[in-house]
């Protein structure tokens, strides 16, 4: 959708969101890819890349024990993906695999003490990134920001299952 040229008579004007182009849902993703990056250029020089540092932040999220499976579902991700990574970040030393007590064919997932002291400057480093992203914001713009993308993952999910359930009906009849 365009925006009315100067001098029109439109008397009905176009929101904001809706003059983002391409669309405001590609502005998300290059934000999610800008913060991504940013985030991996800060911290480069401990050796992590973008899979790392993110496998060892969503691990602290799990919490330490977590099996190799639940962090492969928590990150979105397919085990043999995540198994490359955890290969990586266990020849570093940052993680130790640790078969479960009741599930022999699972592995729990532990941080290393060096993978602790790891983590401890990745959070510091992920946090200094987020500080100087949210410049410009206060605590009201950030929570309505928050709500806002809340909101449409919800919605984005709602579509999902409304669209898989058409399809699923429109192949039975």
């Not at 480069?44 to 639940?70: A, N, P």
Request: aromatic share 6%; charged share 25%.
């Amino acid at each position: 959708m365009n925006a009315p040229s100067p001098g029109s008579d439109s008397t009905q004007e176009i929101p904001f969101h809706e003059q983002i182009k391409p669309s405001l849902g590609g502005q998300v993703g290059r934000v999610h890819r800008l913060w991504r990056t940013a985030i991996t250029s800060a911290v480069r020089s401990l050796d992590m890349t973008e899979s790392r540092w993110t496998v060892m932040v969503h691990l602290e999220k799990l919490g330490e024990g977590c099996t190799q499976q639940m962090l492969a579902s928590e990150l979105g991700i397919e085990m043999p993906s995540l198994t490359r990574t955890l290969n990586q970040l266990e020849a570093q030393q940052l993680i130790a695999r640790v078969p479960h007590e009741t599930d022999k064919r699972a592995r729990c997932l532990w941080f290393t003490e060096q993978g602790r002291q790891c983590l401890t400057q990745l959070t510091e480093r992920i946090e200094r990134v987020r500080a100087e992203l949210y410049v410009g914001f206060d605590d009201e713009a950030l929570n309505a920001f928050a709500r806002a993308l809340l909101q449409l993952e919800d919605n984005a999910s709602a579509s999902i299952a409304r669209s898989q359930a058409e399809y699923q009906r429109s192949r039975q009849g």
